[in-house]
């Protein structure tokens, strides 16, 4: 990552609206985001941060949460000037509701800034989004130079997206709309495409012929934590399937576009996602398991269950989701894709494995079969990309081998400071990329494949599976198709 390049960059003055501005959301990774896109010089001093916030409180006390925030990333960051400028340029908007009244607040607050373009963050529950986007037009808030982002989850079904989307594009057009999946933003996922697209050895092994199966996993050792409200209403396939799981499937089976421009490929990603094999009745029995977790230890220390964490003793909500899917088209013909999330796993980690075929023929002596390549994309904690291949074990014992992984690990190769997700996605929406955020039919689609899940869970009545936290979720998950977690694999350390 030429990081010197992003330093050279620099924008036009802009103003960034941030509805829910005081969340959790907006203080872990919003703002810490924009200011180190400030601290490198990537953005001038000339924007201005408005904060949107329901209930009345403290600047000083408000920015003292902001500072909190950039010292996690560093001391060196929160006592550097740059701090002090960035916080200068936050200033705190009380919305308590979406009368006119209310809204005069934020135009006042903007009116001196009405030159720049404006980019308004929906850092809030997804009911909000039409309403605030009515809001904005009424109040004469919205130009052609607007830009929205929206955070997921975007409704909670098909319907609810839909209808989301209608009341938004009453405000604003389709090409002012970014809905975000950060996701996206993480470097391992972006370098993906160049892995598949500028590496012709990757590129000519990339079908049925050569590929075994792709594994996606996300795998999170907490628990509901403050979102049992949310969580119980969405559990593991709407919170981290809908979105983050299918959207690193699309990229890994995605055709090549005709330019790495944003239509084409999101044309592409919708290839992928009306390929993909619905459930039914038939196959869901087969292909899919859910999971709740139960009390357990993780690193030796005891947690709770699901249960006791949502103080709701009659949910049947899952936190573990295991899938297997195909991509019906010729190059993905027969191949299974399986897609797993859990929580109250043993590690924390994300990664998406190809597992190549194995040889067509042992010619050394052991006659055993010799181990498939894999090509392991970990996408968190520690970004990397690992090929493992087969290699002579030295010494004069005849041909002995074992698998060794290839590494090219970001953390040490690149030994500037790993820019979050958050801040190249930002960046992008100020930029006018819309290359990784989704379209609307992207989003339909998607929501179309879910709901062929829901409907076939409940048309079979599929039990939820109890399995121990700190374990790598249900029994039942490994033996879909007879292929197993990579919990003993190269990438898990």
């Given at each position: ?5 992003a ?14 501005g ?5 203080l ?10 400030l ?5 001038t001093?000339e924007?201005?941060?408005?904060a ?13 949460s ?15 000037p740059h ?18 009244k ?11 800034y009405?030159?720049?373009p404006t ?14 986007s009515?809001?904005?037009r ?12 929206l955070?997921k989850?975007l ?11 209608r009341?938004v ?10 809905r ?6 993480k ?9 598949r697209?500028?590496?012709?050895l ?6 049925s012929?050569?590929i075994?199966?792709v ?12 979102r049992?409200?949310y ?6 396939l ?6 983050h799981?299918?959207?690193?499937l699309?990229?890994v089976?995605?055709?090549?576009p ?31 398991v ?6 357990g ?5 005891s947690?709770?269950s699901?249960l006791?964490d949502i103080?709701?003793?009659d ?11 195909f ?11 399986y897609?797993?999330?859990?929580k109250?796993m ?16 042992n010619?050394?002596p052991s006659?055993e ?5 894999k ?7 520690e ?10 074990i ?17 953390v ?7 820019p979050?997700?958050?801040e ?5 929406v100020?930029r006018?990329?819309?290359?990784l ?6 989003l ?31 029994g039942?998950?490994?033996m879909?198709?007879?292929h197993?977690?990579n ?7």
């Amino acid at each position: 990552m030429n990081m010197s390049k992003a330093k050279k960059e620099s924008f036009n003055p802009f103003n960034f609206v941030i509805f829910g501005g005081d969340g959790d959301l907006a203080l872990r990774k919003i703002y810490p985001a924009l200011f180190h896109r400030l601290y490198d010089g990537q953005i001038t001093e000339e924007f201005k941060i408005f904060a949107v916030c329901r209930r009345e409180r403290s600047l000083d006390d408000f920015l003292k949460s902001v500072l909190d925030f950039i010292h996690e990333s560093g001391k060196e960051y929160s006592s550097s000037p740059h701090a002090q400028v960035f916080l200068s340029k936050i200033e705190l908007v009380q919305v308590p509701d979406y009368t006119p009244k209310s809204y005069s607040n934020l135009s006042q607050a903007l009116n001196p800034y009405k030159k720049a373009p404006t980019i308004f963050y929906f850092s809030t529950p997804s009911s909000a989004f039409g309403p605030i986007s009515s809001a904005l037009r009424e109040n004469g808030l919205i130009n052609n130079q607007s830009k929205v982002v929206l955070e997921k989850p975007l409704g909670n079904s098909l319907a609810t997206a839909i209808d989301i989307n209608r009341q938004v594009a009453e405000s604003f057009q389709e090409n002012q709309v970014y809905r975000i999946d950060h996701y996206l933003g993480k470097e391992t996922v972006q370098n993906l495409m160049v892995l598949r697209f500028a590496n012709h050895l990757f590129e000519h092994a990339w079908n049925s012929q050569h590929i075994e199966n792709v594994q996606i996993t996300v795998a999170e050792s907490l628990g509901v934590q403050s979102r049992a409200g949310y969580y119980d209403q969405s559990g593991a396939l709407l919170d981290m399937v809908q979105n983050h799981l299918l959207q690193l499937l699309c990229l890994v089976a995605m055709e090549p576009p005709h330019l790495l421009e944003a239509d084409f490929v999101r044309n592409e990603k919708l290839k992928v996602l009306y390929a993909l094999r619905p459930f039914t009745k038939k196959n869901i029995k087969t292909h899919s398991v859910k999971g709740q977790y139960t009390r357990g230890k993780i690193a030796g220390a005891s947690v709770s269950s699901y249960l006791e964490d949502i103080e709701k003793f009659d949910s049947k909500t899952e936190t573990f989701v295991a899938l297997t899917t195909f991509v019906d088209n010729w190059r993905w013909k027969g191949v299974p894709f399986y897609l797993r999330t859990g929580k109250r796993m043993p590690k924390r980690y994300s990664e998406i494995v190809i597992n190549f075929r194995p040889v067509a023929h042992n010619i050394f002596p052991s006659g055993e079969e010799i181990p498939a390549n894999k090509l392991i994309i970990r996408l968190q904690p520690e970004e990397r990309i690992e090929l493992v291949q087969m290699t002579k074990i030295p010494g004069p014992g005849g041909y002995r081998y074992k698998p060794i992984a290839l590494k090219l690990d970001f953390v040490d190769n690149f030994k500037e400071r790993f820019p979050e997700a958050y801040e190249r996605l930002i960046m992008d929406v100020v930029r006018g990329n819309q290359t990784l955020f989704m379209r609307q039919d992207e989003l339909e689609a998607s929501w179309n494949w879910i709901e062929s899940i829901t409907k076939s869970w409940k048309d079979v009545q599929l039990p939820v599976v109890l399995y121990e936290a700190g374990t790598w979720g249900p029994g039942q998950a490994v033996m879909l198709e007879d292929h197993v977690w990579n919990t003993k694999g190269y990438a898990v350390d």
